[in-house]
């Protein structure tokens, strides 16, 4: 395939997918601030061309995966193929499709649209909760076995750094609330947790962890994110790194 211009890929073998992302990206030499991933599902017709017709910053092409492009509607379908020479001019735009396509899809009738098809066994589909709740019990193995997890089934490593961040946050808030002395009901109606073990299981995470220590992850995890998103990291290796330092904190100390 050239590698300018629009790609489907259709199939529901996710991670061979990402593979040939992952190919595309370094035969193509793209700088990380030209690689992009968009949702066809949040975005109009326009506003997708837009995007793709952008000129690279620092690489000779821009690449862009198109999340759900099974969602594109016919005239968003007709648009991008309208502006194909420009978008050729700037980008390599791959659209992902993990569902079957019926003969009607616009996409089905694109023909000038080159196809790719990965047609392997779908992934299971990794557990929502096991590499938050791996991370709150400090277990490393568990945790950085549910990023796998989380990684072949199409996420990326700045997307996990997200869920690091956001776990980190919420110990951080619940340590606080608690220091000054609100009662573990009021804290939970502050964070709007519906049922009580919510706030017992938050409880017991923090008290293994001091409030210096999740400030300092927290603070640790936004910058490896920036690392990441800006090249200066392999997101991969960071993230990895980052799940082990997670896990360890707080068997060093008490809470502070």
Known sequence: MTSAGLH????????????????????????PFDRHQLDA????????VAACRQQPALSP????????????????????????????????????????LSVKHPLAKASRIP??????????????????????????AAALEAAHEQLAAGKDATQLFGL???QLQRW?????????RQTPAEAA????????????????????????????QLARCWRLDTDAKSGRTIPDV???????????AGRRTATR
Do not use: Y
């Not at 599902?41 to 997708?48: F, K, Q, R, S, V």
């Not at 759900?68 to 050729?88: D, M, P, R």
């Open 8 to 31: 489907l890929f259709l199939g529901p073998d996710r991670p061979s997918k990402l593979e040939r992302l992952r190919a595309l990206d370094r035969s193509l030499k793209i700088h």
């Open 41 to 48: 599902a949040a975005m109009t017709g326009p506003e997708l």
């Open 61 to 100: 092409l821009r690449l862009i995966a198109v999340d759900n492009a099974h969602k594109l509607q016919e005239a968003a379908v007709a648009a991008l193929l309208e502006h194909a020479e420009a978008i050729a001019a700037a980008a390599c735009v791959i659209l992902l499709v993990e569902t079957d």
């Open 115 to 140: 196809t790719e098809r990965f047609a392997g066994r779908e992934t299971a589909p990794a557990k929502p909760f096991a590499f938050t709740d791996a991370l709150g019990r400090q277990d490393a």
């Open 164 to 166: 690091v961040g956001w």
């Open 172 to 180: 951080v808030t619940v340590k606080r609330l608690l220091q000054a």
């Open 189 to 216: 109606a502050i964070l709007g947790l519906k049922h009580s073990w919510q706030m017992e299981r938050l409880q017991q995470e923090v008290s293994r962890r001091s409030l210096g220590e999740l400030q300092d």
């Open 238 to 248: 960071a993230i990895e790194e980052l799940i082990v330092e997670v896990c360890g």
